[in-house]
């Protein structure tokens, strides 16, 4: 299994970025969905985490102007975000909680590499 982002890149503050994470290989179903970042010498921030019906919560750091959202049919989560800052800056990654076939009795959580997100003048 893969998971892929896209999306990431150089912005201004004030602007706008769509994050995509595409899972792909042996699934049979995509179960809780979620966005993190990093920055360098910090741990991982959980962002928002998302059910396999599409109810999400968000973390504080993500209220307001994050907005996350999948397409199980095409194995893809989405996060939105508006209004960014330079502090947005980092690296932001999904995971994904899969079942890999019918008969699994556990789902197994991936993680893509990350985008990187640069909120610069």
């Known amino acids: 299994v893969q998971l892929v982002e896209s999306g990431g890149g150089l912005v201004q503050p004030g602007g706008s970025l769509r994050l995509s994470c595409v899972a792909s290989?042996?699934?049979?179903?995509?179960?809780?969905m979620g966005w993190y970042r990093q920055v360098p010498g910090k741990e991982r921030e959980l962002l928002a985490m998302?059910?396999?019906?599409?109810?999400?919560n968000y973390t504080d750091s993500a209220k307001g102007r994050f907005t996350a959202s999948r397409d199980n049919a095409k194995n893809t989560a989405y996060l939105q975000m508006n209004s960014l800052k330079p502090e947005d800056s980092a690296t932001y990654y999904c995971?994904?909680?899969?079942?890999?076939?019918?008969?699994?009795?556990?789902?197994?959580?991936?993680w893509g590499r990350g985008t990187l997100v640069t909120v610069s003048s």
């Open positions: 290989g042996i699934i049979f179903s995509v179960e809780n």
């Open positions: 995971n994904a909680d899969i079942r890999h076939y019918a008969y699994s009795l556990h789902s197994y959580t991936h």
């Open positions: 998302m059910d396999i019906g599409g109810g999400t």
